[in-house]
């Protein structure tokens, strides 16, 4: 892949950014997200983690399956501060 | 087995400024160790809001020093990119009179120390935050030089200077238990062992027990703050808007999302960083109700993190005097963030012997046993 390309396209992260990263001593995806925000974008990461993850992988020659991923946190998706404060959100359109 | 001069338990933005202040002062034989990553603890789950309005001499020098330092840190420690500083000042919100009372003798003592805070109306709020629900509001504080960082890199910047002088970083590296023999500390940790006659415990909610290690009691117990984060938006909100009442604070980030906590009176004092739905509601509710313009935006992320409460939410920095060469610094009660310059300046000094840049002796360990406890009255 092109260094320039954006692998996590919520927080506009390159491919070349992840790679600095890893090169400053990055070694797991709790790091790279936290120096990067990749991961922390509306979509949580579910786009970018398997991307960074393989580029990681690559990089530092660890096993993926055995790279320790992010907590997942939540909400599930993206609620509106409005509609939580209504105490709706469970049956309503967020 | 690893010797060395210093070690410092905890990667936390106190421990990462520790190393490098010592090493900045000669002394770069230091090891941090820390169990997961940097910034895993309190650190990477903090508002990272910094401001010089309190109500205690101390605590006003303490902040207006380090919030200098946080204002060129990026040049001290020569990190491009820069810590994503803002300082859209801080607005604390006053709804009762005893509380326009003491944020009046606050102002008093800020301003005799060059603090540049004021008094603002309800209607001057409203000019600094246009959109503020000002209903029950008596007035506020304002003070244009406080705002707010990003605290992983804040971190990462002391760390990467720190590693230039020499330090060496140790992540995924869990202390489990420490020997002392003579003048030499033993630490016991999951990758191997290491010595040194010199051990800080920077280890923030996890202090006590670590004190334990050494068979000392420490009074900082760990009690559970929550916090969220919404989408990025356009920048709408200049300060951070802080609540005492309705507890709470709300900041627009540089990035654009706002980050917002709270605090709970009833919040059990334990271990435990789990996100709760309660938290999203209350939280949801109040800040909408404060900052209307907010039911729009979504929430897309919430976790929570612990506060290392000391028993007069005073931090403890120091040496403990039963055992030589085991320091403390921990018990920072939800503000050690935007002081983490000075604390590793003063830790430094402590440690080297060298006269400290501002009074420390409030913060010892002994003062739980003197009974001559600090009291901040401008705390969440
Ligand atoms: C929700 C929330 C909001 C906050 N907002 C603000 C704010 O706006 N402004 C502000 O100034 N402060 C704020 N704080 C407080 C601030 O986060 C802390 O005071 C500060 O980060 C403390 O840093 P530290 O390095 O001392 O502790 P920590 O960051 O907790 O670091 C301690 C480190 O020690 C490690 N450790 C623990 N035990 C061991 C062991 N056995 N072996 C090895 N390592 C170990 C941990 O993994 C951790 O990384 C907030 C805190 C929370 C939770
Ligand atoms: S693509 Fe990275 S957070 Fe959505």
Redesign the pocket.
């Known amino acids: 892949m092109e260094d320039k390309t954006i692998v996590c396209r919520c927080e506009d992260v390159t491919l070349e950014e992840i790679r600095q990263a890893i090169a400053g001593g990055a070694r797991t995806l709790d790091e790279i997200k936290r120096l990067k925000r990749c991961g922390m974008g509306p979509c949580q990461g579910r786009t970018c983690r398997p991307l960074i993850a393989g580029e990681l992988s690559r990089i530092t020659g660890q096993d993926q399956a055995s790279l320790t991923l992010p907590t997942f946190r939540p909400p599930v998706i993206p609620l509106k501060l409005g509609t939580l404060a209504r105490g709706g959100a469970k049956n309503e359109q967020a | 087995m690893n010797r060395h001069e210093v070690i410092i ?7 990462c400024s520790i190393a490098y202040h010592l090493a900045a002062r000669g002394m770069k034989d230091v090891a941090v ?4 990553y940097l ?5 990477g ?6 401001r010089h309005q309190w109500g205690t001499k101390t605590n006003c020098l303490l902040a207006k020093h380090a919030i200098a330092r946080l204002e060129r840190l990026a040049e001290e420690l020569d990190y491009p990119g820069g810590v994503e500083i803002k300082q859209g000042g801080y607005l604390i919100l006053a709804y009762t009179p005893k509380m326009e009372e003491q944020f009046k003798k606050n102002l008093a003592l800020q301003r005799s120390l060059g603090i540049d805070a004021r008094w603002v109306t309800p209607r001057e709020a409203r000019e600094i935050v246009p959109f503020l629900n000002t209903e029950g509001l008596l007035g506020a504080t304002f003070c244009a030089k406080d705002g707010h960082a990003n605290p992983f890199k804040v971190t990462d910047a002391y760390a990467r200077a720190a590693r230039r002088l020499g330090v060496k970083i140790h992540t995924y ?3 489990q238990d420490i020997k002392i023999e003579g003048s030499l500390k033993t630490v016991i940790t999951s990758r191997g062992t290491f010595q040194a006659p010199v051990v800080v415990n ?5 202090a006590a ?2 004190g334990r290690m050494v068979g000392v009691d420490l009074p900082v117990v760990p009690e559970r ?1 929550q ?1 969220l984060v919404t989408e990025p938006v356009e920048q709408v909100l200049g300060p951070m808007v802080m609540s005492f009442y309705h507890n709470l604070y709300c900041q627009q980030t540089p990035h654009g999302s706002f980050i917002m ?1 709270l605090g709970d009176p009833n919040e059990p004092k334990e271990y435990n960083v789990r996100s709760s739905w309660q938290f999203l509601s209350q939280m949801a509710q109040k800040v909408v109700w404060l900052l209307p313009v907010l039911k729009n935006v979504r929430v897309v992320r919430q976790w929570a ?4 409460m000391s028993p007069d939410r005073q931090p403890v920095l120091g040496e403990v005097p039963e055992v030589p060469g085991f320091y403390v610094a ?1 018990g ?1 009660s ?5 002081i983490a310059p000075m604390t590793g300046q003063l830790m430094a000094e402590i440690i080297l012997g060298l006269p400290t840049t501002l009074p420390v002796d409030m913060f010892s360990l002994s003062r739980f046993t003197t009974g001559e406890l600090f009291v901040e009255p401008s705390v969440v």
Request: hydrophobic letters at 35%.
């Open positions: 338990i905890g990667g936390g933005v106190t421990g160790l820390e169990r997961a910034t895993s603890g309190a650190t789950r903090c508002g990272a809001g910094f590296t869990e202390v920077a280890a923030g909610g996890h027990e670590i703050h916090i906590g993190g612990v506060y290392d921990a920072f939800g503000h050690g963030f935007m």
